[in-house]
Each structure stands twice: as C-alpha cells, then as structure tokens.
C-alpha cells in the first residue's frame, strides 16, 4: 500500500498505519458531532431576533461568545475530559492523539480548535459572514484532499494541533 511506503521512509513503525482512523469513520463522528453543535447553536437564532438594529453590535458579540463557549466546550474541554474524544469518536471508538502516537493534551486540542473560534470571530464579530463561509469551504476542501492524500491521514486543524485521529482499540493495544 503506498501509505506504508510513506511511513517506512518516515521511519514510523507501519503498524501505526493501521491505527489510523478511516476516513468514513472520520465523516461518521463529524456528522454525529456536527449534529450536536447544530442543535446547541440554535438558540443563536433566537438570539438575534431579540435586538433592535440599534443593538446589533451586542447582539454579535453575545453570539460570538456563545459559539466560543460551545466550540470550547465541545471540542477543547470534552476531549481533555475523555483523552481525546468527543460523543461521535466515542460512538465510533476513535481516539485523537498526537502526532508521535502519545496521548494528546490540552495544547493539542485548544490548537484544533482555534480555527473555528477564528471563523466565528469573522462571522458574528467583524460581520464577515460571506469571508467566514468561503474560509470553511477552502478549509473543508483542503482537509478531504489531505485526508485520502496525506500518509497520516490528516485534516486541516490536525496539522495545526499537531495530532492525528486513531481507532482506540488499537491505540490502547499498542501502549500496553
């Protein structure tokens, strides 16, 4: 397989290869954990009918910071609290971990995440909303193109966190 190649000229044992998370099961955690987020943002919209124009400015900052908070809670406290996952990497036995297959820690996971707090500052702070969306979908883009083309298998925010995302069963059998 050409990712074992890749690996052997790393220098990484090739099991590790096999450790990596698929990623159809990546797709599966994000939706479950898309979903999530989805339903906690909703207040959002409700939210923004509560103000005059006049208010609008507070009204975004108020939006900003609870899509912080959720993104915080969500994707930066939940994986400190279960080592590495969040409920859809849960459901689908997954685990994120760093890049030198250790257990990731709060650096790791508050590096991944910055990229969508940045995206929400544009959103709802700067009102940048159109700038925010094109941001997502280049990120998005960018990130299916590296997984099938990355040996790794890594997405946009892995390399800025550093990490990779790894079935568990395997990560657990590995460091025994």
């Given at each position: 397989m050409?990712y074992?190649?890749i690996?052997?000229e790393?220098?990484?044992d ?12 990546r ?51 939940i ?5 590495g996952?969040?409920?859809g ?12 297959f ?19 500052l544009?959103?709802?702070?700067f009102e ?29 925010h892995?390399?800025?966190?550093k ?14």
């Amino acid at each position: 397989m050409e990712y074992d190649i890749i690996l052997k000229e790393e220098g990484d044992d090739v099991k590790n290869y096999d450790m990596l998370a698929h990623p159809n099961y990546r797709y599966i955690a994000t939706v479950i954990d898309g979903a999530i987020i989805f339903v906690l943002n909703l207040p959002l919209m409700y939210i923004s009918t509560l103000f005059e124009d006049s208010a609008l400015i507070g009204a975004l900052w108020i939006m900003f910071l609870y899509r912080v908070i959720v993104y915080l809670i969500f994707d930066f406290m939940i994986p400190v609290c279960t080592k590495g996952q969040t409920i859809g990497r849960s459901i689908l036995h997954l685990r994120l971990i760093k890049d030198d297959f250790s257990l990731a820690t709060w650096k790791n996971y508050l590096m991944r995440s910055l990229i969508f707090i940045q995206i929400a500052l544009f959103a709802f702070v700067f009102e940048l909303t159109t700038i925010a969306y094109i941001e997502w979908i280049v990120i998005f883009v960018i990130s299916i193109i590296l997984l099938y083309n990355d040996a790794r298998r890594k997405t946009v925010h892995d390399y800025l966190g550093k990490t990779v995302v790894v079935y568990d069963k395997q990560f657990k059998e590995s460091a025994e």
